[in-house]
Structure formats: C-alpha cells, structure tokens
C-alpha cells in the first residue's frame, strides 16, 4: 500500500484555477457507481443540467424506484426529481470513458473489479468517497486511468429514489500526480454544474489526508447521539479530539504529504506543538459550517443508529494506524476508536457521550 502513494509527498500549488467559460466535453454519458448519498445528488444535478448519466447502484429497491419515478432530491437547498437509468451491478450495458465511484469505502475494490470491463481504454474512474480509495483504485484499473476527489457535502440516502441533499461544501479535484490535465478540466467543468465553488488542485492527496482527520472526528461524536455541532462544539474532549485528529496529521507530515483544510477543519491547529487558541478556533470553525447544514449527524451515526449496517472505520481510519506503523507513528486514540466502532456495530456497546470518556481512558491508560 506504501508504494501507491508516490507523489503524494510533492508540496504544490493546492489550487489551479478553471479557464473562464469553459465547457464539459462530449454528450457520452456518465457512469455513477453508487446512487446512494454523493452519486445521487452529484448525478441529479447534471442529468438536471442535460448531462445524460447512467446510475448503478447495488440496491435494487433504489435501482427500480428510480426506473419508475426518478431520483427525488429533497431538502433545504432545491426539490426536484430527475430521470435517468439505472441498473444493478449485474445488469450495467456499455463501455464509458467518465465514472465516478461513490461507493462506501469498504465496497470499493469489488465495485472496482465490477465496472473495470465498463471502463474505456482512454476512460478513467474518479474517487467521489471517504479515504484513501483512489489507491484501492489504482490497484485494480492502474494509476494511469484513476481520478482523485475530495467531496464535503452533506447528503443522505433517505428511502428508494429518494436522497436528501442537507448542505454545500467543498469539492476538489485532482490527479494523483499533480497534473492539470485535459480531463481533469473537463471534470472540473461538470462539478462547476453541482457546486459553483468547485476547485482543482495540484495536492488531491493534501485534501485526502485532511479529510481523514476530520472523518476520525466524525466518528468520534458518532460514538455518541449528540449531532456533529454538539459533540465538535463540546469542551470536555477536546484533548482526546485534538489528539485523534493529531495523529492523521503527524502520519501524513511522516509521508511528506501536505495537510489541506476545508470547511473549517484546519490540520496546522491540530499538529503536534498546535496551541490552544488555534484548534479552539477551528472546532469553532467547523461547527459554525456544520450549523448551516439540514445534515444534523454524520453518515457514520445513521450507519450505526438508523441503517444498522457496518460502517467505513476499517477502510476510511484503518490507514492511518496501517501507516502509521509504517513510518513509526504511534495511532493510540484511532486504534480505540475503530475498536469502540466495531463493539458499537456487533451490538455489544450503545450509543452514548459515556463512549468518549471511555475512549480516553483506554487510551491514556496504556499511555
């Protein structure tokens, strides 16, 4: 795995500016894998803009809703409903040159293998998820045909054909080596269609890592039922969040990679020798984004509260322990944390704020 992030350490430029003006290339469609919570509401908004897109999505519930009545977009943004095909994994026709994977993060190397006869030769598939996936990616289509992105929007896969977009935020596109390539343009050119802010960077993988740090706080108030402004806005754990949040960052630093924030979260507040008044700020931050938001409580707590179904702890902060065993870092609290995740998952540990208390005594215990 350590081999597939070379490049990743190449301190450049974070963001690359868009030609004005210009336009998505081509009327071929686009292929969404996953129709769930991004892939929805990204593909409802070009099919809505007349960009023709072809969904898959492994629910067939959701598959056939959408056949039958369209994806319905709903919430405080806009309310719409478009039509489009979909398919199950099984059933996709056709060869595509643009896909966007918007699976969960444990789901990405089968969805991979699964569509990898529906890439083109010239195609690429493009990251829309949580994690390092873009590697997972790389290993099954090869780097040369894999996209990276970076999404921070709040949306919910709420019942068949139906997903709820709660909030805007970032999106940021960029290949793994840093290029601004013609494709990657183009790309830019269609989010341009869903968020008007949209970016391209010459550092996906700065926006990947700071993503993993503030993921690692998400499922740290997932632990408990208080939404992401009352646990990221709570004092008493500050400390154990700056350090869960601490150790993606230290890892990264040991690839060479550079941190990028967004929405708030700001890595530099939460590296070793941070001061208070700096990460006091960006709690302040991001609370103040999330406030904004219809999305009261994270995708991992409606895993976990509402769905009952795994979520992505292994595949999303697996690689900051896995790594950081590679380059001698220490993870103590993420390692606690994807454990009390897993207990939460098999039944045997409620929901509760109790889980953050007992989470620092695991770790400072075997400090």
Not at 208 to 215: D, R, S, V
Not at 220 to 229: D, G, H, P, R, V
Not at 304 to 326: C, H, M, N, S, Y
Request: aromatic fraction near 6%; charged fraction near 20%; hydrophobic fraction near 45%.
């Amino acid at each position: 795995m350590a081999g597939a992030v070379r490049g990743a350490g190449r301190r450049r430029r974070a963001v690359q500016p868009m030609s004005a003006g210009l336009q998505p290339s081509g009327r071929d469609p686009i292929l969404i894998w996953g129709a769930g919570a991004i892939g929805g509401t990204v593909g409802a908004y070009l099919v809505r803009a007349g960009v023709p897109v072809v969904f898959v999505d492994r629910d067939l519930d959701h598959v056939a809703a959408i056949n039958a009545k369209g994806l319905h977009i709903e919430g405080p943004i806009e309310e719409f409903t478009v039509r489009a095909p979909a398919y199950g994994p099984d059933d996709v026709p056709g060869v595509f040159r643009r896909t966007l994977l918007c699976v969960k993060a444990q789901h990405t190397e089968e969805a991979a293998r699964s569509l990898a006869k529906h890439l083109a030769e010239d195609g690429y598939v493009a990251s829309f998820q949580n994690g390092l996936n873009e590697l997972v990616i790389a290993d099954v289509v090869g780097r040369e045909r894999t996209l990276g992105a970076f999404v921070n929007f709040g949306a919910d896969y709420m019942a068949p054909g139906v997903v709820q977009f709660a909030g805007r935020g970032a999106v940021v596109l960029g290949e793994l080596d840093g290029a601004i390539t013609p494709r990657l343009q183009d790309l830019h050119a269609l989010m341009l269609l869903f968020e008007p802010n949209a970016i391209t960077t010459s550092n996906i993988m700065g926006y990947l890592w700071g993503k993993l740090g503030y993921g690692a706080l998400l499922f740290a108030t997932a632990l408990t039922n208080a939404s992401i402004c009352e646990g990221l806005g709570a004092r008493e754990p500050r400390a154990l969040l700056r350090a869960l949040a601490g150790e993606a960052v230290e890892v990264a630093t040991m690839l060479k990679v550079d941190c990028l924030g967004f929405n708030g979260y700001d890595p530099a507040a939460f590296a070793p020798g941070a001061s208070d008044a700096a990460a006091d700020a960006s709690f302040d931050a991001m609370v103040a984004h999330n406030a904004k938001s219809a999305k009261t409580h994270s995708g991992i707590w409606r895993d976990l509260a509402v769905r009952k179904r795994r979520t992505e702890a292994d595949a999303q902060l697996g690689p900051i322990v896995t790594f950081g065993q590679q380059v001698g870092v220490r993870t103590p609290v993420t390692s606690n944390l994807i454990a009390m995740i897993h207990e939460i998952e098999d039944g045997t540990r409620p929901l509760a704020w109790e889980n953050l208390d007992e989470l620092g005594r695991r770790v400072w215990r075997a400090a």
